[in-house]
Every structure is written in C-alpha cells, then in structure tokens.
C-alpha cells in the first residue's frame, strides 16, 4: 500500500516542490495554502461545460473572498456572484466590471439595494415584499428574481435551498401577483435565478432542478438570461478513492436542455451557473501544527491549532476532511484531531486511522479552499491565518497577513477616562 502521509497532494503535485514543513516554518501555522495551477484547472472545467454559446460561470464569492484568488478567476474569464455589497466592493478590487457581477439578495435592506442600483448591478430579489421595494427604488429598471422550483439537494439540512422548507426564493404560485408589481413599477425582468443547495453528486439532480426552473422560465417573455444556481460537488474522501462528480456527462446533458429550450423560447439566451465550492475546495490545503498528544479514556487525541475559529466546516455542517501528515511515520494509528478552541465540538477528524503523528509534526486539512477562511473568525480572540499561493511556476506568495492584536481591538472603543 502507498505511504498515505501525502498520497493526495503527491498526485496532484500539490506543493511543487515547497516542503509543507518549510511553508510552516516560514509563514506559520495555521496557513491557508492555494494552489494557482490547480484553481485554473478548475475554473476551466465548468468554463468548458457546455456546447451552447451564450454560457457565463459566475463564481460564487461567499466559497473564498481572498483578493489574489478572484483576481486569477477573473483573469481567467469567470464572471461572478455577490451575496452583499462587500462581496462587490471586493470583487470590483478585483477588476470585474459592474457587468461581470449579478447581485442575489436575501432579505435586504433598501440601502443595500441603492447601494446595487447606483453601481449598475444587476439584482436579484427573493420575495414579492423586496420586489415592491426595489419598485419603489428604481421604477423603469431592470431587475432579476429567484423562484423556487421546488428541486432541493444538498450534503446537510442546513445547506438545502429549495424545496418545501427553504427561507429562499419565490413559489411559482405567485407568478400573477409578481407580474403586477412589475407593471406596477415598469420593471423590467430580466433574467430569473435559482438554487437548488450546495454539494450534489449526482449531475441528474441538477438537472432536474434546471428542468423546474425552466418551467418556471417560460412563463415570461424575453429574459435575457436563466441562472441554474451552484452546488456542483467535490469529493471530500480522496483517501478512499471517492468518485469525481461526472462534469461530462452533466456538461452534455445540460448542453442539449439549453439547446432544446432556446429553440422553444425562440432566442438563444444566456445560461448561467453558480459554482462556489467546485472551483475553490481543491486548490487549498490548510496546514497546522501538532502541540500535543493525548490519551483521555476511550479517545486518542492530537491537539493542533486548527481551531472552528479557522475551518468550521466539521463543526458546523460535521463535513469530512481529509487529512495529511507530513512526517515520515509508517506506523498508523486511530486518533482524534481537534483544535485549540475551549469547546467540546472543537473538533476536525473524528477516530481518523492517520500516520503516528508526534508534538511539532505538520499535519494538511485537504480540500479547504471553499467556506474555509471566508468563515472563519476571531472567536476566542484567535488571529485569523494568513494565505499563501503557490504560482505556476512553484514560487511562493503572500496574498493575506495574519491578523495581529491591531485587527482585534482596531473599532473597540473605550469608556475608561
Ligand atoms: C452558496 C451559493 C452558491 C455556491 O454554492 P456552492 O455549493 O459553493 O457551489 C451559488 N449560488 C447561491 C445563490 C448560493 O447561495
């Protein structure tokens, strides 16, 4: 059997010749570490999806905000999402012109609309409630709605977005009083979005949850454009051979659903997608050291400095990552990893059968480039890490410093005279 210590970053050539512990000693740890090589890659698969022309991949954000990161996606061709105005001030720092940005809202604020509307954005709203205000905003403009199609998926309760249960977009019942409000205002509709949730596997899914949205499509006249929403999954276990999503298989069967319904619309509109994770999970491993060893009772643990404050994924959704030591061990054991956070759930591998790890070794959370840093936090007054990126030709960068004791107390104010 291959030695597992590094077997998956072996075989994409993950560090291209950096030592994982030198990168650890250098910029300490936790340290997000990006792979450029590999987030072109993936920016190309979903960029070559489909056959059909009008395509645009608008690359969700929220999955990682890092400014080098959407700087290479743009460089790359992909337009993008924004959850909020934040997500757009950024991704305009990264050189997206307001067009290459679509807004999609989820009970906001008229400022935040304004905010949209003065940057010529294009939004989308979930309600007929935030339909009437952005009428009142903006009378005469153009605007893009979310519908619920009635297709959820998803790895866990809390990331299925359609469906019967989900707080988001609008249910095709109300179609005839959503076309009155637009009348109402003289809005435009311009194009309609949805999401069905966030890591499917199945491609079929998807599909049917494009099928449900067209339904819903054909029910207005000259869109501009249909938007299927993200989800596109990765395999999270590459240490038990997990398979790939099928991308060509799904890319051939979406091709002809868009081929098919623009010769019924009449008018080759635009398709979009909304991948986060898919382009940014895999070209980031999160490296951490381990401060001890420990056995209590039935569990053995390895106490690292990978805290919830830094990758929450395990606490918050119990999301699998794989994990890699890079020591030299031969020897296999099961072990518990956890963090350095003063809570029970603390916790990044349960019972995990990993290499014989010892205090200082350097240890690789797999897969961490998607709702790793863009969630992570201050909690327990923690430095959030820093970000490296390997470029193609393996030189190493800094793209974000850690945070120091400024970033913590830099708006407190005090009341002490
Ligand atoms: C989160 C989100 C995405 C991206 O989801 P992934 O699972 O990362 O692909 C796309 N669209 C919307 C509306 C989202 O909220």
Avoid: W
């Amino acid at each position: 059997m291959a030695k597992i210590n590094t077997k998956v970053t072996d075989q994409t050539d993950f560090f291209q010749g950096n030592d994982p512990k030198a990168l650890a000693e250098k910029y300490g740890t936790p340290l997000y570490v990006y792979n450029e090589r590999i987030l072109r890659e993936r920016c190309r698969d979903i960029k070559n999806l489909v056959t059909y022309p009008n395509f645009s991949v608008n690359y969700s954000t929220k999955a990682n905000n890092n400014l080098a990161f959407l700087e290479i996606v743009q460089e790359e061709g992909l337009n993008v999402d924004a959850m909020s105005p934040g997500e757009a001030h950024l991704e305009m720092m990264a050189g997206f012109r307001p067009e290459q940005i679509f807004y999609i809202s989820n009970n906001v604020s008229k400022d935040e609309m304004q905010y949209f509307i003065d940057h010529n954005i294009i939004m989308s709203v979930d309600s007929l409630s935030q339909l009437e205000q952005y009428g009142q905003l903006n009378p005469g403009g153009k605007i893009a709605a979310r519908f619920n199609g009635g297709v959820g998926a998803g790895h866990h309760e809390k990331v299925v977005t359609a469906g019967k249960k989900t707080k988001f977009g609008i249910n095709p019942e109300y179609i005839p009083e959503f076309k009155e409000i637009l009348k109402k205002y003289a809005l435009k509709l311009v194009g309609i979005n949805q999401h069905i949730g966030s890591l499917f596997m199945d491609g079929d899914k998807y599909i049917e949850g494009v099928k449900a949205i067209l339904e819903i499509a054909k029910q207005f006249d000259d869109l501009e454009f249909v938007d299927f929403g993200g989800g596109f999954g990765i395999p999270y276990k590459k240490l038990e051979d997990q398979a790939r999503l099928d991308i060509a298989d799904m890319g051939e069967k979406l091709s002809k659903v868009m081929f098919d319904f623009a010769e019924e619309y009449g008018k080759q509109i635009t398709f979009k997608v909304e991948p986060g994770r898919y382009i940014s999970a895999e070209c980031s491993v999160l490296l951490g050291t381990v401060h001890s060893i420990k056995q209590n009772n039935i569990h053995k643990f390895a106490g690292t400095d990978i805290g919830f404050n830094v990758l929450i994924r395990p606490a918050m959704y119990d999301s699998h990552h794989d994990i890699e030591v890079y020591n030299n061990a031969d020897e296999t054991e099961e072990i518990t990893v956890v963090g350095n956070i003063c809570e029970s759930g603390d916790i990044i591998a349960h019972d995990r059968v990993l290499p014989k790890m010892t205090e200082g070794d350097v240890i690789g959370v797999l897969d961490a480039g998607a709702y790793g840093y863009s969630m992570s936090s201050n909690y327990n007054c923690r430095l959030r890490p820093a970000e490296v990126l390997i470029r193609e030709n393996g030189d190493v960068v800094l793209t974000r410093k850690r945070d120091t004791f400024e970033d913590l107390t830099r708006n407190l104010i005090s009341i002490k005279k």
